[in-house]
């Protein structure tokens, strides 16, 4: 008797990678042909609408916003993914939000973005050189982290404008098991900006599209993706008369990657 329902589960494994495999291709297909055209048509014109350079930024964020949570909403469709989000209303209350996640998956921008109508991201290098993703940040106004401290300067410019700003610690995606060291500039925009660390800590079961995996290595089951709020990193704990603002910087960030860790050992249940 035990045979028949581990045949059955041996045939509809059988069946169901050849799917997921083509679900995902079609997938990023259709990802990157929609970068490809939204690049080169409805967000030049976005920013050619009449408005000014805040105005135009918000008009092409939201314009990601949507197309992204199209792109979700087509993955949960196929039945490739499935998507938790957890306290998020905290994120789109009136004012400015410094927001920090884990890097874990090549999908942890889009997740972020799906719930949050305007953010300007902070876009590493690579990223920028890339055609059409990169035509898109430059179109939506995003931070282009290799100009170092110009950068800096940006993110907190836009802080104080009341915007909301999403940038990765880690720089790239987490290595498997683990986390990278975290870079010190988003406690510096913190400490300069007077903004706490809005943290967000993202759980991916099973793991997938890790730094360096091609799309095709995929997961055997359904993938599931929870974006859980965190309580803020307070800036105010690690301000202290005397202390300059290098040693801050060094504390806020430790304490900013004890907390991601915290976060992500209390597991999830997506």
């Known amino acids: 008797m035990a045979s028949v329902p581990t045949a059955s589960r041996s045939l509809r494994e059988r069946i169901n990678r050849p799917w997921r495999v083509f679900a995902t291709g079609l997938s990023f297909a259709v990802f990157g042909i929609g970068a490809m055209v939204l690049a080169l048509t409805l967000y030049p014109l976005g920013r050619l609408l009449p408005g000014d350079t805040l105005a135009r930024d918000l008009r092409v964020q939201r314009m990601v916003h949507w197309s992204y949570r199209f792109f979700v909403g087509l993955m949960v469709f196929l039945g490739l993914n499935r998507f938790r989000f957890e306290g998020f209303e905290r994120l ?17 921008t889009m997740t972020l973005l799906t719930k949050l109508p305007q953010a300007d991201c902070v876009v590493g290098e690579s990223w920028a050189r890339k055609p059409f993703i990169g035509r898109a940040a430059r179109l939506a106004g995003y931070v282009m ?65 890790k730094k360096g995996q091609p799309w095709w290595d995929i997961a055997e089951r359904q993938v599931a993706y929870l974006a859980r709020v965190e309580e803020p990193v307070r800036v105010g704990d690690h301000v202290r008369e005397g202390v300059a603002d290098a040693l801050a910087a060094r504390r806020l960030t430790a304490d900013l990657r004890a907390r991601v860790i915290e976060g992500l050992n209390r597991g999830s249940s997506c």
Do not use: K, M, Y
């Open 145 to 209: 982290n290799s100009s170092g401290a110009a950068a800096v300067d940006e993110c907190v410019a836009r802080l104080r404008e009341g915007r909301t700003l999403v940038l990765f610690p880690e720089g790239t995606r987490s290595p498997g098991g683990g986390l990278h060291p975290f870079q010190r500039g988003a406690a510096h925009i913190a400490l300069r900006s007077g903004c706490d660390l809005e943290l967000v800590t993202l759980h991916v079961d099973p793991p997938t599209l």
């Open 92 to 108: 789109t209350t009136p004012g400015p939000h410094l927001i920090v996640a884990n890097h874990p998956s090549l999908l942890d």
